[in-house]
Structure formats: structure tokens, C-alpha cells
């Protein structure tokens, strides 16, 4: 059963940190996404990615967020440095889109905490 | 612009009782729909899709959608609620036109409760 995968699954960290998030998407799909999931904001899109080039990254904090795709089994999302108001829970999505699928699978999420 | 309301923060019903979990949208093509399930401290897990034909979808879990394009809704139904199916709910939806590419607007999500 083929699944999106996410490292870590937890992080704690002090503010003024760097953080790296890393996602291996579902083989075979051609676009990633990451979100990022808090109680007031609710679930936000951040950056994604067709093909691993990317394709939108305008729900992302240019100055401290930074998303890449280094090969295709591959996603990463890094803040530096972190903040408190950078805890949320971040999901990493893959899908086979374009074709008949059309559906994002969504990985566990990285739960952060940044003190 | 494309947007996706569910108008309710939480839904309570009894187990054994049917529930429906509201949504509504507004794109400008064709609309792709999606209902998305989300239990505690777990992703999302697909439910199911609306792309085209039948307007009333059958997913996951004995789930069902009707798409609705004079009312713009695509509502949740399940006509017996188990006390598992507490979780959030979220409905989301994208353009199908051309050009498109794949992103989905996600609803504010909804809690179901389901009391025994």
C-alpha cells in the first residue's frame, strides 16, 4: 500500500533554529504540495511543485521558508530561522495529477514546536 | 476565484442516526470535488470525488456525496453514523478547466461527533 512518508514526525526546537521537514512522495506522482495545518488559520497551502519544478510558492514566508525537490522520491521544506509562530502541524501531499487520478494522498504530518 | 464554505463548525449526531456534513462551493469552470477525512492527530485520508457523471459519489467507509450544480453543494451523507466516524471533515474543491494546476482550496473543515 504505497503511502506518503514524513521526517520527522515530531520536532522541538528553540527559536532561531533551523528546521528541515522532508517527504518522500507516493512513486509515480508528478506533483507535491506542502500545508501547513494550525487551529486559527486552518489548513494553508505553501508550495508546490509539478514535476519537481516548482509551481506556486506564494502561501510561503519568503524570507524564512524555503521548499525544494532535490530528485523525485524527495521534498523538502526548511525555515531558518524558526519562530514561535511557525508551530503548526506540516503536511506534505502527492498526487498523480493531469491524469484520471487527480487526487492528493496526504502524508502524517511533522508536528513542530518551535519554544 | 474559487472557494469552498462549510458553513458548520461541528456537527452532532447520534450513532445510528444519518448525518450530512454541508458544503458548498464556487469556481468558475467545472468543478473537481473532494471530501477529505481527518482523525486526531493523523493526515488527511481521501474520501471521496466528484469529477463528472453520476452526481451522487460512493467512497470510503460507506460514505456518499451529492453533487448539486444548481445549488453549488456537494454535501456528506452517511445514513448510519458509527461513533468512529467522529473526526474533522474537510471538503475541497479545484477548477477542472484547462490550465488548471491541481490545486485545491480546502474548506475550514468541520468536527463530526457522533454520541452513542
Known amino acids: 500500500d504505497a503511502r506518503v512518508t514524513q521526517t520527522p514526525r515530531h520536532k522541538v526546537t528553540e527559536m532561531g533554529q533551523e528546521v528541515t521537514m522532508r517527504c518522500q512522495p507516493i512513486l509515480g506522482h508528478n506533483t507535491v504540495f506542502w500545508y501547513r495545518q494550525t487551529m486559527m488559520q486552518g489548513l494553508e497551502l505553501l508550495a508546490y511543485f509539478r514535476n519537481r519544478a516548482p509551481l506556486d510558492d506564494s502561501g510561503m514566508p519568503k524570507d524564512r521558508f524555503s521548499a525544494e525537490m532535490p530528485d523525485a522520491t524527495l521534498a523538502t521544506l526548511k525555515i531558518q530561522p524558526s519562530e514561535p509562530r511557525d508551530s503548526a502541524v506540516y503536511f506534505c501531499a502527492s498526487g498523480l495529477l493531469g491524469g484520471v487520478a487527480d487526487t492528493q494522498y496526504f502524508g502524517p504530518g511533522t508536528r513542530l514546536t518551535v519554544l | 476565484a474559487q472557494s469552498v464554505a462549510q458553513p458548520e463548525d461541528q456537527v452532532n449526531v447520534a450513532e445510528g442516526n444519518p448525518l450530512t456534513v454541508k458544503c458548498t462551493y464556487s469556481v468558475s469552470g467545472n468543478p473537481y470535488l473532494f471530501w477529505y477525512v481527518q482523525y486526531p492527530n493523523r493526515g488527511l485520508q481521501f474520501l471521496l470525488k466528484?469529477?463528472?457523471?453520476?452526481?451522487l459519489v460512493k467512497g470510503s467507509y460507506g460514505f456518499e456525496a451529492e453533487f448539486n450544480k444548481s445549488q453549488t453543494s456537494f454535501h456528506l451523507k452517511k445514513p448510519s453514523a458509527l461513533v468512529s466516524d467522529s473526526a474533522l471533515y474537510f471538503c475541497?474543491?479545484?477548477?477542472?478547466?484547462?490550465?488548471?494546476?491541481?490545486?485545491?482550496?480546502f474548506g475550514q473543515g468541520t468536527t463530526l461527533q457522533v454520541k452513542p
Open positions: 475541497a474543491v479545484r477548477d477542472g478547466g484547462s490550465g488548471n494546476t491541481g490545486k485545491l482550496i
Open positions: 466528484y469529477i463528472t457523471g453520476d452526481n
